[in-house]
C-alpha cells in the first residue's frame, strides 16, 4: 500500500479533475470501515495530490481548466507602508510618547474613571476644584515615575489643564453643545474632558 501513488490509493487516474480527486477521497473514506490507518492512508493521498498540483500550477506546468469557477490568479503585490513604529516616527516624537503595558492603562483609567464618576454626580461645582487638584497631582506622579522628568510631566499635564478647559469652553460658549440634556453643567463637562486628557498625557506621555 505504501509503494502505491497517491493517485492510485484513491483510485482516479493523474489527469483526474480536482472534482474527481475530491470524489474518490470521499468515496474511498466511505468504504474504509473505520479503519482508522487506512483513513490515514487516504488523507495522506489526498494531501500529496493538492500539494503537487499546487506546486506544478505555481511552476506553470499545468494550466487551469476554464470550467474551474475560479481560476488561480497571482496575487497582486500588497503595497508596504512604512510602519508606524516609534523608530521610523521624529526624534521628538518617539522621546515623547510610548506605548504603556496594560496594567499602566488600567491603573490610569482606573484613577480618572472614578474622579469622573464624582465629578458627574456631584450636584455642585464646589467639589471640582479638588476632583481637578488630584488629578494634576495623578498626572504629574504617574508621568514623573516613568523617567523621573518633572519638567516634563508638569508641562504634559498643565497641556492638557489648558486644552481641556479652552476646548470645554468653545464646545459650550460658541457651538453651544447642549450639554444640558444629559444633566451636565458646563463646569462638569470641562472637568470630564479635562479628566480625559489627563488620562491621554499620563498614560502614553514618558
Sequence with gaps: MSQQSPYDRLGVAEDATFEEVQAAKQRVLARSGGDIQLQDSIEAAYDEIVMERLRLRQQGKIKVPEGIRFPEKPLAAVPKFPSLSVANSPSWLGDTFERPSQSEVLTTAGVYTVLSGVAALSAGSTILPTLIAFGTGFSLY????????FKRALLGTLLALVLGTVVAGLLVN???????????????????????????T???TK
Excluded: D, Y
Design 202 to 204: 499620563s498614560t502614553f
Design 142 to 149: 504617574f508621568i514623573n515615575q516613568k523617567q523621573r522628568r
Design 174 to 200: 460658541t457651538l453651544h453643545l447642549p450639554i444640558g440634556q444629559i444633566g451636565l453643567s458646563g463646569e462638569t463637562f470641562a472637568s470630564l474632558l479635562i479628566f480625559v486628557l489627563l488620562w491621554v
